[in-house]
């Protein structure tokens, strides 16, 4: 364990010591959607509300033994949360939204997209904001992001959120692999936003670039939190938004893949080919 995460440990450990009752965290905030669908700036920008303790990623402390684990399943069910898991959850999340002096508690993970179940069976109370991008757009990023970062081109997805049942979606083409890696995770949530009704929050990345406050402000009242003037100061009135280069850097083979591949989804969220 390195030395941050043994300060984190031990920081955590104190706080029990001081709290020996069994910790919960109330109406947490989970912010979701596949990787590198704009959810990272998402989340940046969210933290600017003053009342927002948000912990970005947490990987280990979601998954303390397989969060490294190229051949882990990321997608968790109900029947996953023990209750050794639950208080163990609360434990950490609440630590860390008391210790940040803050009333809510946000986390944003692509992990969490095929978790919803699980994390329903730990916080009963949780909201979800799903962060939407044109799926197009995400494949292109998830291509560049593996150029730069090469070590990722032999783990399956990249080593980004695997999709439930990822190995019978492994392909050799990495733009296919994407396609699906974006087209599965996306529907796995859809499939769960009616089901969750007022707590599910569904924008776009492209409506966030274009109007951030009003994006945003609109999430905040939707999980409960206020949206004066005073809690949008930390939001840009534009963002630039990626997707036209992102795309123009597929090759028309590679575009014609991944729309074959993403067709009934780019349709169903409104998407034009």
Known sequence: ??????????????????????????????????PRSGTGVSIHLFDTHPMVASWTEAMRTWDPRHS??????????????????????????????QSHDKPRFANKNPRSSVRIDFIRAVFPDAYYIHVVRDGRAVVSSLLQRMEREPYRKGIPFGDFCKPPDWRRHVRSDPAEEAALQWREIVRH???????LGERYVEYRYEDLCSNPRGVLGAA??????????????????????????????????????????????????????
């Open 189 to 195: 949530v859809l499939e769960r936003r009616e089901s």
């Open 68 to 97: 490294d684990d190229p051949e882990a399943d990321h997608h968790w069910t109900a029947a996953d949360a023990t209750d050794r898991e639950r208080r163990r959850l609360h434990s950490w999340f609440e630590w860390y939204r």
């Open 220 to 273: 905040f009242e939707a999980v409960g939190l206020p949206a004066d003037a005073e809690h949008l100061t930390g939001i840009p009135d534009r963002l630039e938004n990626m997707n036209a280069r992102s795309i123009g850097l597929l090759t028309p083979r590679q575009l014609e893949t991944i729309e074959a591949v993403q067709a009934e989804v780019l349709a169903t969220l409104g998407y034009r080919a």
């Open 1 to 34: 364990m390195n030395p941050g995460r043994l300060a984190l440990h031990a920081r955590h450990l104190a706080w029990r010591l001081t709290h020996p009752r069994q910790p919960v965290l109330r109406e947490p905030i989970f912010m979701v959607g596949c």
